[in-house]
C-alpha cells in the first residue's frame, strides 16, 4: 500500500504528462499530483486547505502577471513609441518586494494551515493508518511531514512559475526572499545572549561556603 | 544536605530569603532559558534559509526550464490587439 502510494506520488511527475510545455498545464498537473498524497494522507479537511490554498495561489499567479503587464503596458500610454526592450528579461524593480514579501506570508500560511508544523510530536496517527497499519514511529512521522510540506511544495511550483511570468531571471525574487531572511537571521543572532547574571545561584553557592 | 551539620541552617536561610528580595535584585534576567531560547529561535531562522534553498531547487525540478511561461509583454500585445 505504501509503495503504491509512492508510484501514485511519483507517476504525475514522470510519467508523459510531465513533459507539457505551457505553465497552466504544468501547473494542474503539480496541484492535482501533490493533491492525491493529500487526499491519502488527511482525515477530514485538510483537502479542502490544500484546493483552497492552492485556489489562492492561482489568484495570486494571476494578479502578478497582470501588474506586470500593465507595468509594461504603462510606458505607451505615456507616449512611448514602444514597449521597453527590457521587458524580456528585465531587473530587480521596488515592485518585486511585493511579491517576495506574498512568497514569505504565503509560507506562514502553508506553516499554520493544516495545523502547526511545529506541533508533529503531537499528531494524529490516523491520518497515516491508511497506509500503514502496524505502529513505527519513524515512519508515519515521516509520511507526517511529507504531508505536512505539501503545500510548501506547490508555493515552490507557483513562485518559480511567478518568477519567470513576469519576466525576472529563475533565482532572482529567491536571493531577495533570501536576503529578507537573512535579515530576519541577523537580527536572531544579534539577540543571542550568551552571558548569564547569577545573582541567584551565586547567594546559594555563598550559602554553601558557610 | 541536611544532616551534614545543624547548625548551617540560619545562615541558608538569611540567604535564602536573601535570594528572594526584590525583582531588580534577583537573577531573572539573562537565565539559561532565555540563552537557550535565543540560540534556538537563531538555529531556526537559518534552518529556513536551508528549507527556502530547498524549495527553491524543488520549484526548479517541478517546473523546469521546458515550460514554456507567456511572458508579461505577450499579455500586454494580446491587450493591444
Redesign the interface.
Known sequence: MLAGSGVSLLVP?VGPAA?????AD??AI?ALGFGAPMVLLSISYEVLFYVCFAAVLFLWLVVE??L??Y???APLADGATQ?PSH??RRQLQLSDVRIGYFFLFFINVAYFGTGNVASVASFSVASVYRLITVFSPFLMGALLIVKITLP??F???I???LT????LP??CL?VL??SA??I??LN??F??????????????V??AG? | MWGASAVAWPPRGTERCRACGPRWQRGVQGSWLEIGASISHFIIASGFIVFLTGLFYLSHLLVGAAVEVPNALALYKKRQM
Do not use: E, Y
Open positions: 511527475f513533459r507539457a510545455h505551457s505553465a504544468r501547473l503539480v502577471w497582470h506586470a503587464a507595468s509594461a503596458w514597449a521587458a524580456q510548501f511544495f508555493l515552490a511550483a513562485f518559480g512559475i519567470r511570468l513576469v519576466g529563475p533565482s529567491f526572499v533570501v531572511v537573512d530576519m537571521t536572531f543572532f539577540l543571542v545572549r550568551d552571558t548569564v547574571r547569577v545573582g541567584r545561584i551565586r547567594c546559594r555563598a550559602a558557610h
